[in-house]
């Protein structure tokens, strides 16, 4: 659950528990679960109506504990069960009427074929999903996969299926579409990250020859660590840049 200040109440008045918020403060709210929601993403739920703020008089939305909640619902069944916006509307207004719903398995390793999953909590193989699953998940068509494949922007296993970290770079390809960046705008995107993880490579190789199994998994536990600090160097480079640009 979403932790929201306490407060008084029956008194009548709006307390820290139900003031309406601004589309900023949910998206803070949000990032703690869910780090790479945007605030175009919350308005890209609503206008698919998933979410119904408040309006000043103005046009300011102002959100309620309970959209927020909602939010948090619609993000973790994106996450974790893959499934298209219109199934969630579907499970959350079934919810609403009382009914029981179930959902599929949300761990787990997905079967191309059949779709059953196997595995659970603790294994080590990540979540697996085919085209269509990925068409729903990053919500986009046939040629919008197509265009990325194309330009390297995703690129499926071995099997043909498509791992989390895709899912991800498919989402956020996705939002990025929607101020206007296409695929061709990209490219240099997934060179960038291609020359950082060969470099990352050549530091961990030596580790990763090593006999010893405990150097061995040190590798991978350092290749982790240098991918985070190459994102958040690549993120301040990026802001440092525009505030040059932009003042």
Do not use: C
Not at 25 to 35: A, K, N, S
Not at 70 to 82: E, P, T
Not at 176 to 190: D, I, Y
């Amino acid at each position: 659950m979403l932790r929201t200040p306490t407060g008084g109440a029956g008194n009548g008045t709006a307390t820290a528990d139900d003031r309406p918020m601004s589309i900023g403060t949910v998206l803070l709210q949000l990032r703690d679960q869910f780090p790479e929601v945007t605030i175009s993403k919350i308005r890209f739920l609503e206008a698919e109506g998933l979410v119904e703020p408040q309006r000043t008089p103005s046009g300011y939305r102002k959100f309620r504990p309970a959209d927020v909640e909602r939010l948090a619902q619609v993000l973790r069944m994106q996450r974790d069960h893959y499934l298209p916006l219109k199934v969630i509307r579907e499970h959350l207004d079934a919810v609403a009427r009382g009914e029981q719903v179930a959902l599929p398995a949300p761990e787990g390793e997905r079967h191309l074929t059949d779709g059953s999953w196997t595995g659970g909590p603790g294994r080590a193989t990540a979540a697996r999903i085919g085209r269509v699953e990925l068409l729903a998940a990053a919500e986009v068509s046939e040629s919008d996969l197509d265009a990325w494949e194309s330009y390297g922007l995703v690129v499926p296993t071995a099997d043909g299926g498509y791992d989390a970290g895709t899912v991800t770079v498919a989402r956020l390809v996705a939002d990025l579409g929607r101020f206007g960046l296409e695929p061709r705008h990209l490219r240099a995107m997934r060179a960038a990250a291609d020359r950082e993880a060969g470099l990352i490579e050549q530091v961990v190789a030596p580790l990763r020859r090593h006999r010893n199994p405990q150097t061995r998994a040190h590798a991978e536990a350092t290749a982790k660590e240098l991918a985070e600090l190459s994102v958040r160097l690549h993120s301040a480079l990026v802001q440092t840049a525009l505030r040059i640009r932009l003042h």
